[in-house]
């Protein structure tokens, strides 16, 4: 902390100013966060000493306790005498200034000061004004804010310890830290409110509160359960074994929370059969607690060093690894990614994974000729589809629009202006596309559809719409199909063209990790340089359908792959009748024939691949290859949920989620029965479906 004027900083709450009239641990730590966030935090401090933490030591570096200097970093500070009226009129223009006001007096003290809420709101309308307090305004308003208070009134010291007999407190002022936090968020959300409202708000946080509230487990087990909660030591109240373990060398942690944990545990201390020793219980469903004996009955921990436990819960080949690039396309073990950004259980697709993909080469991967378009043959442009789609259908999905049929539409149907101002920022995930063909009232059979262009001078006029459509929302660039009296043509329309809407598709049960928007075209003008000149007529689009099924082919047995593994895994670890359920013959007989499925898919979509690198794939045989890869990738995760059982339900597994996911999958790019179509066309020169 400084008193200094203060240089410029970088963060996101760069120009933030924030009036700290707090004082010990909670208010300090509460405005340190945004104050390394980059907003211009000064501390009010009073003349006798300053803040009290100052002097509280040991220890101290360089004269100061380091307990001040652990909450007050990247702050100024202002000293002021607030029962004088030159510091109150100081303090009245450092509010009126501020945008941010953070105080922790007891209640009622600020407002005798001339600077509670009320009054800082007649200074500023816009201000953000944030109270701490010990216990609230209610009963107990008059008690200080002390962290030990209030862990033995909300009671945290009656569950912390070994011994319900000797009462303990937390080792740290945790209380005190919790709510610091919490009057943080409070903070950036009332200043994310004021962008939209143009006025402050008064936000409120106490310590009790605060605690009750983190006591998440106990808090609620009390409350809805009527569980009185009492102290565990370093167990857990759940699961076990979770605590701290004797070995003949040096205490060590044991936290076990999984079958397969246990498992490996047991096979570390010579006790291989226990796992499935029936008279230990087992996980029995998504919501019973996992309870297993915390003592080792016949082998205890003490007989054995700390490195041969330790080493090999450190060992590697865990399910869930990091993503890794082999051999030109990537590698995905499980789908951690794709949950760690809250693609699929809030629906959200993260735009700043886009230039990640386009660092990967993948948007635009086979094709070549221009900058990020990286030219790779169909084989690996099919694994690459085969991984992204191990991780979920959406992400795939979102590849297969950008590189398929936006940048694919340009590359083939465009002229060379139009590549060299698209390509590279698409390929390179600097700009997103997305493909216009699809109506509300046209989606087999695009030739009627009714979306219309017309000439005006030299400019064209479009009207229409276009339905379920992949990225529209977040696309900067559409490729939008029309009628002419000219025939089919292609146009590009930039986001932000007058006339030109998107609104986003809600409350999917599928591709939930996929934007999905409706586009409305009305009297857009545009340019006829923004015509893809050589595409004239209804065959340009197909040709770019033709692009994104090809890596579905490739796709699907990804997302087949991916559930086989899962209920491969479950079924090893999960016990019923004193063994996995994987030695059942009923278990094994769907392994099986999943596994023959599986492979069979992933040879036709190699023997496809291998065709179009020769030059000599057909329409007809993609034709054959969507709709059977699809179609076995769908069964595959159908069954592999049944493997789950109760489990499968939760969003913790995948083969539920994919089979969802491929039921759209099944149905977009051509349905399954106009392929079939497709391919009876092929046999007998009859086109049914005209």
Known sequence: MTTEPRPPREGALNGV?????????????????????????????????GDDTRAWGPP??????????????????????????????????????????????????????????????????????????????????ALPGYDLLVQAVGGLMSITGADSKQRAKAGVALVDVLTGLRAAVGILAALRDREATGRGQQVSVNLLSSLL??????????IVAGVVPRPLGNRHPSIAPYEVFSTADRPIVIAVGTDRQFAALCDALGLAALPANTSIPHQHGPRRPRRRTHRAPHHPAHQFRSRALVQPAQSPGRPMRPRQRHRGRVR?????????????????????????????????????????????????????????EAVDSGLRSFVSVQGSLSVYSIWKWGSEEQKHQWLPRLAAGDAIGCFGLTEPDFGSDPAGMRTHARRDGTDWILNGSNMWITNGSIADIATAWANTDEGVRGFLVPRGTPGFTTSDIHNKLSLRASVTSELSITDVRLPDSARLPTAASLRAPLSCLNEARFGIVFGAVGAARDALQQALTYADTRVQFGRPISAFQLTQRKLADMAVSLNTAMLLALHLGRLRDAGTLRP?????????????????????????????????????????????????????????????QALTGHAAFR
């Open 17 to 49: 100013v924030v009036a700290d009239f707090g004082r010990v641990l909670a208010a300090p730590y509460a405005t340190m966060l945004p104050a390394d966030l980059g907003t211009d935090v000064i501390k009010v401090e009073r003349p006798d000493g």
């Open 60 to 141: 101290f570096a360089d004269g100061q306790a380091t307990y001040h200097l652990s909450v007050n970093r990247n702050k100024r500070s202002l000293v002021l005498g607030l029962r004088d009226a030159e510091g109150r009129e100081i303090a009245t223009e450092l509010v009126r200034r501020a945008d941010v006001l953070v105080e922790n007096f007891r209640p009622g003290i600020m407002d005798r000061l001339g600077l509670g809420w009320d009054a800082a709101r007649e200074l500023d309308l816009r201000l953000v004004y944030c109270s701490i307090s010990g216990l609230g305004p209610g009963a107990g308003a």
């Open 213 to 222: 509230s983190s006591m998440a487990d106990q808090s609620v087990g009390y």
């Open 332 to 388: 995905t073990r499980r789908p951690r990614q794709a949950a760690h950004r809250r693609m699929v259980r809030v629906g959200h697709l993260p735009r700043d994974l886009v230039p990640e993909l386009g660092k990967l080469d993948l948007l635009g991967i086979h094709l070549r000729g221009y900058d990020g378009c990286a030219g790779t043959n169909a084989v690996s442009y099919g694994l690459a589809c085969l991984e992204l």
């Open 620 to 680: 007809e045989q993609i034709s054959t290859g969507k709709p059977n890869n699809v179609a076995s990738a769908l069964a595959i995760a159908r069954q592999c949920r049944t493997i789950l059982g109760a489990n499968g339900i939760s969003t913790e597994y995948a083969p539920l989620r994919h089979a969802n996911n491929l039921g759209s999958v099944l149905t977009y790019e051509g349905t399954h029965d106009i392929h079939q179509l497709l391919v009876g």
